[in-house]
């Protein structure tokens, strides 16, 4: 399973930009890189994903290093509403099932 | 809008009497998986059905089996539920293709079994 570490716990303050980051130190040329959330008793939700060149839509941006050994998850504005455990995935280009790590669980404070 | 539904969402079951949860789509994806994720841990992986083909993970234990009638319907069943399968059953879907690696999950909300 290709591998992804990432800090356990975060604390933002509302309306100030988090950078969650992502160790995948092993990633090979065709892994795409994903990030999902979950917010309390829900399902996860998609949030962002990309190869090698950063991405934005909606929600946030992904920021990805050049030798693509790691990435950020970038929230510009944090909200209350963004609390939640943000998940780091790889998945190959041929396609290996999501494994889920431990992920980063964001707090938000008012 | 096209989605993954889970009913019900809570579910209360006697210890050893069998169970089934639910599982629909309307995204057509012809990929669907059954995660398990107990309190405080990260969704993990039961099985997964691509189109009819059943997958199971090596370590899922036996007392769970899945049935996918059609494409949009996938079902959980927990032939002897213990106290230990207390947990948040998520169901996702996939579609599936070349750059496989391209296509992301679409998850339910879950449903919540408590096993008395």
């Known amino acids: 399973d290709a591998k992804t570490t990432q800090p356990n716990s975060m604390e933002s303050n509302e309306e100030e930009p988090v950078h969650l980051p992502c160790n995948h130190s092993?990633?090979?040329?065709?892994?795409?890189i994903h990030w999902y959330r979950q917010l309390p008793s829900q399902g996860p939700e998609y949030v962002i994903h990309?190869?090698?060149s950063n991405v934005n839509n909606r929600m946030a941006s992904l920021a990805i290093a050049e030798d693509r050994k790691s990435s950020t998850l970038i929230l510009h504005r944090a909200t209350l509403r963004d609390a939640a455990v943000y998940y780091c995935i790889l998945r190959p280009y041929y396609g290996q099932n999501f494994v889920f790590g431990p992920g980063t669980r964001l707090s938000v404070l008012p | 809008d096209a989605m993954v539904i889970q009913n019900p969402r809570y579910q209360v079951t006697q210890f050893g009497k069998p169970v089934t949860l639910s599982c629909s789509q309307t995204?057509?994806?012809?990929?669907m998986y059954w995660y398990q994720q107990k309190s405080s841990q990260a969704p993990k992986l039961l099985f997964h059905?691509?189109?009819?083909?059943?997958?199971n993970e090596a370590d899922t234990p036996d007392n769970f089996q899945s049935r996918r009638p059609n494409t949009s319907f996938c079902f959980l069943d927990i032939r002897s539920p213990g106290l230990g399968d207390a947990a948040m059953y998520l169901c996702a879907t996939s579609r599936e293709g070349t750059d496989r690696g391209n296509y992301g999950y679409t998850f339910g909300s879950g449903t919540r079994l408590t096993v008395v």
């Open positions: 995204l057509n994806h012809n990929v």
């Open positions: 990309g190869l090698t």
């Open positions: 059905y691509y189109d009819k083909d059943f997958n």
């Open positions: 092993t990633i090979s040329g065709t892994d795409y």
